[in-house]
């Protein structure tokens, strides 16, 4: 049954979808005068946005505006050609987690929440307070400082704010911390959005780039002297421009990294140390993004919150949410550790913009982020099984790239050889298959130990061509992937990977095993085409 058929059954609703057009000829004059200052609001491909500021992006926003367009715009071009449509959301293309059921107390708490009898009431501003006084629970059993001490403040719900996802958590960060032009430093490669998003808010984004040497991690010694460097350009760029000098007023740390699914554990503490040293001495925020924390796949050595050692508080804005490990994205809940100060400054944007925060999302976060043995209890049992999950298809995904007999796929031979049938039961299907994809793999530059995303390296087929497209790099190969087989990806362009004649791309492992599949088939057949 599809989806729409199940919910015409549930709601006993007419749920067929109806859309609209434009016709300029039905304008009115106030609509005219607004396309003429935003023409782009004619088009129906999805857009990248723009600075609030109408000035152009900065360079390394530029390139990921540029793969955006061309993902969502420019391949428009090869729509038309027969080859059938793949929907981004049964295609390595999404960023969706993996298929689970909700995390059983956020259910419970959101159950609870929608019989209460004060519904009639607005809720707080930035969450319910005994909501928010859980989460203080929870990050005190975390290894956060509750109570006061030297040069310590301790923690309440003052420095808690909950947001609609962690996305809007981030915006509401940026837009309270900095100024037009002041920077914020980001990894390459990163989360494009966040990326984009820094600059829609009239900041402007540096990139340090993340390099094997160093185990891509962050080097705390050469992002100190990138703070120093970029400092130092703005004063000679900005000074008597502005009735203030912009500086570095932030570095953002993926903590897991999203794509490259590494960890900076409690292992890692020297690292963590000297971040915090160099950020505190600079007077740069660290925003500590935890979203992928609870996908850890070495759950004795979960992303260590930086904002847990009392030394770090103040200079430390922390994100949690619910999105990729809680089987709640489509609840968009998200919530910010912060010093007061910042607390407040968000606490102002969130009043202009949204008066208050849903006590669905208040009580979402409460049902994931509290201190009781339960919690805890629940917790174990529920990640444990979507680990578990989350690595066999990595698992399968490696299989389908080198082949059902690469060793590291032994354990699990019989069970991705199942799968692989459940598919598809023609033998030469199945032959092309348990081949794997000549000279593809996935990217030796890191191995995700979190997460579920693959950066699945294509480097091999420079040089190669089809009848029509030669693939010199990146925006060639995504041309000639999407017109063959109708998949697109995220690629260098999107992440700022930082090596430039690469072809890496960032794949999702964890849609649909069937879907999964069906992509990396199309793709090996499409690859073996190649002249």
């Known amino acids: 049954m599809s989806i729409k058929s199940k919910l015409k059954k549930i709601l006993k609703c007419d749920t067929t979808i109806i859309h609209s057009d434009i016709d300029e000829s039905n304008f009115s004059n106030a609509l005219k005068h607004f396309v003429e200052n935003n023409p782009d609001t004619l088009s129906s491909f999805r857009k990248i946005g723009r600075r609030n500021d109408n000035k152009d992006f900065y ?20 729509d038309d050609n027969g080859v059938p449509k793949i929907d981004e959301y049964f295609s390595i293309r999404n960023g969706n987690p993996l298929q689970t059921k909700p995390f059983p107390l956020c259910k419970k708490y959101i159950i609870r929440s929608l019989f209460s009898r004060f519904l009639y009431i607005y809720p707080t501003n930035i969450g319910e307070r005994k909501c928010r006084q859980m989460v203080v629970n929870y990050l005190g059993r975390e290894g956060f400082k509750i109570e006061k001490a030297k040069n310590y403040d301790g923690l309440g719900i003052d420095n808690i704010a909950f947001s609609y996802s962690t996305t809007h958590a981030y915006n509401l960060v940026i837009s309270t911390i900095a100024r037009p032009e002041d920077v914020v430093i980001i990894t390459g490669p990163n ?15 540096e990139i340090i780039d993340l390099r094997k040497e160093d185990d891509w991690l962050i080097n705390p010694e050469l992002l100190s002297k990138k703070i120093d ?7 000679n760029k900005f000074e008597n421009k502005l009735d203030y000098i912009p500086r570095v007023v932030a570095f953002l740390n993926l903590n897991p990294h999203n794509p490259l699914g590494t960890v900076l554990s409690k292992k890692n503490m020297d690292i963590i140390t000297k971040l915090g040293d160099v950020c505190l001495e600079k007077g740069v925020f660290i925003i500590d993004d935890l979203i992928y924390r609870d996908l850890t796949y070495d759950q004795n050595n979960l992303a260590f919150p930086i904002a847990s050692i009392p030394k770090y508080f103040n200079n430390t804005i922390t994100l949690i949410g619910l999105s990729k490990g809680y089987g709640l994205a489509g609840i968009r809940a998200g919530a910010i550790i912060s010093p007061i100060p910042v607390c407040r400054g968000i606490t102002e944007k969130i009043v202009s913009n949204l008066d208050s925060v849903s006590v669905l999302q208040s009580s979402a976060l409460a049902g994931a982020f509290n201190s009781t043995n339960k919690r805890y209890r629940v917790a174990k049992k529920y990640f444990g099984k979507s680990i578990k999950e989350y690595k066999y298809r990595l698992n399968l995904l490696e299989a389908l790239i080198y082949g059902i007999e690469y060793d590291n796929c032994k354990k699990n031979k019989n069970k991705i050889i199942r799968d692989i ?16 994809i000549p000279g593809v793999k996935i990217s030796d530059k890191t191995y995700p130990v979190s997460g579920f995303f693959a950066l699945v390296d294509f480097t091999s087929l420079i040089g190669k061509k089809d009848d029509e497209i030669v693939i010199k790099n990146d925006v060639d190969f995504v041309k000639f992937l999407y017109k063959t087989t109708k998949i697109n990806c995220l690629i260098g362009l999107n992440f700022s990977w930082p090596i430039k004649d690469e072809i890496v791309t960032r794949f999702n492992f964890a849609i649909d095993k069937k879907n999964l599949i069906h992509c990396l088939f199309l793709i090996n057949k499409a690859i073996k085409e190649l002249k």
């Open 191 to 205: 989360y494009g959005i966040f990326t984009v998003n820094t600059e829609i808010c009239n900041a402007h984004v």
């Open 421 to 436: 049938k459940k598919y598809t039961k023609d033998e030469d299907k199945l032959k092309l298959i348990f081949e794997g």
């Open 59 to 78: 360079d390394e926003v530029k390139k990921i505006e540029y793969g955006y367009n061309l993902l969502y715009k420019d391949l428009s071009i090869y």
């Open 229 to 235: 460097e970029i400092n130092e350009k703005l004063k």
